[in-house]
T-cell receptor, first 117, second 120 residues
Framework: GAVVSQHPSRVICKSGTSVKIECRSLDFQATTMFWYRQFPKQSLMLMATSNEGSKATYEQGVEKDKFLINHASLTLSTLTVTSAHPEDSSFYIC?????????????FGPGTRLLVL | AQTVTQSQPEMSVQEAETVTLSCTYDTSESDYYLFWYKQPPSRQMILVIRQEAYKQQNATENRFSVNFQKAAKSFSLKISDSQLGDAAMYFCAYRSDESNYGGSQGNLIFGKGTKLSVKP
């Protein structure tokens, strides 16, 4: 149990377009989902925390109007990179915490590699 | 603010041998959780082991065990009988258990990682 999926796994888009990344908890309900960004050979940087049915909480320095997060249900959160630019190219990873047990443990999705041309 | 430090950017171990990865952290809280995550070349983050700060007993998961020294704020990971599949980046992470998380609701604070190579 505790499987998290992400879609797409890889996306290439033109500068100025928007890209949506989905994060799903497949076999559990997630009260909280987290979105991270990881540059090559670096650690994970938390971008925002989302709770089902409420607005996401963004980390300092992360533009909420550029990185739109929606947590519509207990199994789905989406991250939309609006008007993407080459500097947005990165590896985006989501994670989820279970509702019923082990709330403190985060289970990670496989990540989405975004390349903006 | 809490910080997590992994002082070994890279480590190497011979197959079947034992290796220990270091992690120290800084916090003023008494209740928290500590984790080791593994990130292989696929970049999928995999939970290796977790430790509750209120537990004195060191967590173990098969070949993986930790040495949790709360007073020293140290949380090292020992991998026994190393296998080629253990080669990966290993991240140590801290999570507060405080009821008021403020702006970051129970998020993980990661160290910079240790790249482990396993030699056949």
């Amino acid at each position: 149990g505790a499987v998290v999926s992400q879609h797409p796994s890889r996306v290439i888009c033109k500068s100025g377009t928007s890209v949506k990344i989905e994060c799903r908890s497949l076999d559990f309900q997630a009260t909280t989902m987290f979105w991270y960004r990881q540059f090559p050979k670096q650690s994970l940087m938390l971008m925002a925390t989302s709770n089902e049915g409420s607005k996401a909480t963004y980390e300092q320095g992360v533009e909420k109007d550029k990185f739109l997060i929606n947590h519509a249900s207990l199994t789905l959160s989406t991250l939309t990179v609006t008007s993407a630019h080459p500097e947005d190219s990165s590896f985006y990873i989501c994670s989820a915490s279970r509702v019923e047990i082990a709330l403190e443990t985060q289970y990670f999705g496989p990540g989405t590699r975004l390349l903006v041309l | 603010a809490q910080t997590v430090t992994q002082s070994q950017p890279e480590m190497s171990v011979q197959e079947a041998e034992t290796v220990t990865l270091s992690c120290t952290y800084d916090t003023s809280e008494s209740d928290y959780y500590l984790f080791w995550y593994k990130q292989p070349p696929s970049r999928q983050m995999i939970l290796v082991i977790r430790q509750e700060a209120y537990k004195q007993q060191n967590a173990t998961e098969n070949r993986f065990s930790v040495n949790f020294q709360k007073a020293a704020k140290s949380f090292s990971l020992k991998i026994s009988d190393s296998q080629l599949g253990d080669a990966a980046m290993y991240f140590c992470a801290y999570r507060s258990d405080e009821s008021n998380y403020g702006g970051s609701q129970g998020n993980l604070i990661f160290g910079k990682g240790t790249k482990l190579s396993v030699k056949p």
